[in-house]
């Protein structure tokens, strides 16, 4: 891509000449956005070190973040990274789905170095969205996608929120529409003594230990996945959580019978609530108000997802 010609993306429809030019685009080494079930991801093919180059390009990405792998099914994720027992049984029970596993990456595997910033694993994923699975078929490759946004900034959910986070840093969007979950995979790590969740999301905690039994209860060290920065999902404005009074100048989110300027699900239901978040967000950051306020959120099932979100947008 030449990046100096780059202008606005293009923004195609997800039919099938849309997928054709997308998989085109993407085996010769150029970053596309696609639409996930969570959000819209900035793919590009994980075994090309010049492609996964441009993914930190575009999004101004530290290079000690690593990214998620998207791959077709079971057996391709068994290309990359071992699978223990466990990993099966959560692929069994989650995959295609949002839920991206920190399994040990094979030695063979091919990947880009920077997909995994060094580390000896892999966070790899099978997706269920029906645009990427059509990629992912005609392509027949590994993706490396982040969210398609600046780092840091709030994430897309539709392929307009791209167009304008990746202004001249890309040329192509596949359009799928709006994102149905529209928050980032669960992460789940894998150690030798247990599982921890790396990063919350609409796969709970209570849903895996079903399957698993209870999570260690040490909290995560260092950067292993995405999303675990400190800062991260930022509408560029002061953010206050658990904002019981309105206050002047805030642009307010609300939940359930507090309306706000946003409501986030007028009904209370937590899984609209994430669905919604950053469409909220985005809101913000294009309102007049110089600053946010949100209501306070349940914090029981994906509402731990939800908080998770706000407390990095707030930090």
Not at 17 to 40: N, W
Not at 107 to 112: E, F, P, T, V, Y
Not at 185 to 199: E, F, H, K, N, P
């Amino acid at each position: 891509m030449n990046k100096a010609k780059a202008s606005k993306p293009r923004i195609l429809p997800a039919d099938r000449a849309g997928v054709v030019e997308a998989a085109r685009r993407l085996l010769a080494g150029e970053p596309v956005a696609l639409p996930t079930e969570t959000v819209y991801g900035l793919a590009a093919r994980a075994d090309d070190l010049a492609a996964v180059a441009a993914i930190y390009a575009a999004k101004g990405r530290p290079d000690f973040n690593p990214l998620i792998v998207h791959v077709a099914d079971v057996e391709s994720a068994a290309r990359l990274a071992e699978l223990d027992e466990r990993a099966k049984r959560l692929a069994e029970a989650f995959w295609p789905g949002a839920l991206t596993l920190v399994l040990p990456r094979r030695s063979d595997a091919g990947l880009a170095p920077a997909v995994t910033a060094g580390l000896p694993t892999v966070a790899i994923r099978v997706p269920a969205h029906p645009v990427m699975r059509a990629v992912l078929a005609e392509a027949g490759v590994a993706l490396a996608a982040p969210s398609a946004n600046r780092s840091g900034a709030v994430s897309p959910t539709c392929g307009d929120h791209v167009a304008r986070s990746l202004a001249d840093r890309i040329e192509l969007v596949l359009d799928g529409g709006e994102t149905p979950q529209g928050l980032e995979s669960t992460i789940v790590a894998l150690r030798a003594d247990g599982w921890q969740v790396l990063r919350p999301g609409p796969i709970t905690v209570a849903a895996l230990a079903e399957v698993l039994g209870p999570p260690l209860v040490a909290a995560p060290v260092g950067i292993e996945a995405p999303g675990q920065l400190a800062s991260h999902y930022a509408p560029g404005k002061p953010v206050r959580l658990n904002a019981g009074e309105a206050r002047e100048g805030e642009f307010r989110i609300g939940f359930a019978d507090d309306g706000g300027d946003f409501n986030l699900s007028p009904s209370g239901d937590l899984t609209e609530a994430a669905s919604r978040l950053y469409a909220a967000l985005h809101a913000a950051a294009a309102a007049p108000q110089p600053r946010v306020a949100v209501v306070p959120i349940p914090e029981r099932g994906i509402g731990e997802a939800i908080a998770d979100r706000l407390r990095r947008a707030a930090a």
